[in-house]
């Protein structure tokens, strides 16, 4: 099919005109020219314009659509709304509560035990995405601490095992009720969602945040709550401690600075 514009023909009132036409535009599609055609007289009426055919354009390779990348993508394209937060280590430290009987006790006791080896980063969008590659939490187990030395070695050596498994970490996926864009005064609770792994096992967690927003930095709390037996240990019995209950609290108590 010719792709000669229609408009060839538009305005043509005689027959010289058409003929002409016809040469430049090539013969309509299907028909066939006759070898001796007679000259037949076309009444100088002026014929209607045709109507012009117009396409819309191609876009360019930059104008068409293409799939959405995901937020990780986004985030880590220098798009100026997004917020990494670097977690400060000398104000930053990770704990766990946990509900134990002592020998000699008639009523439970909380077991509290502190590590300050805290480290991670958080990258979040203006709209509350995450970038997970990015947002990463690291406790070094092998510094935990409480008030008894011989539960202190017992959960390092026998539960945690952290001559294999020095480490805990937090990969952050979502988080829900954080105002957006993050705010740079007041307080505001929320929830991130992510996987946390211990000692080997990987299980998702969800952390309660409490987080007070200032200019360049945020602090807070953070707590959950998981089962020892979740992730393949035994709860603990050493020393003076009879038992210990299978579910652990958790809390994270930080400091982050918003870094470029």
Known sequence: MSNRPFTCVAGLATTAALAIAVSACGAPSGS??????PTTSVPATAAPAAPV?????????AARPTQAADASAALTSGDAAS???????????????????????TLPSEAVGTSPGVTGTLMLGADGSIASEQSTITVDLTKLKS??????????????????????TFVAHAVQGLPTPLPTSGQATFQLLGDLTVHGVTRPVTWQVTAQFADQSISGSATTTVNITDFGMTPPKAGPVLSIEDGLGLELAFTATRAA
């Not at 066939?32 to 055609?37: D, E, K, L, M, V």
């Not at 050596?157 to 294999?164: E, F, R, V, Y």
């Open 147 to 168: 008030d008894e030395s011989r539960r202190d070695n017992f959960i390092k050596t026998d539960t945690l095992q952290t001559s294999k498994f020095p480490t805990a």
């Open 32 to 37: 066939q020219p006759s070898s001796a055609a």
């Open 83 to 105: 917020v990494r937060l670097v977690l400060d280590a000398a104000s930053s430290q990770a704990s766990y509560h946990a509900k134990e009987q002592l020998v000699g006790k």
């Open 53 to 61: 055919a117009t396409a819309a354009p191609l876009p360019t390779a």
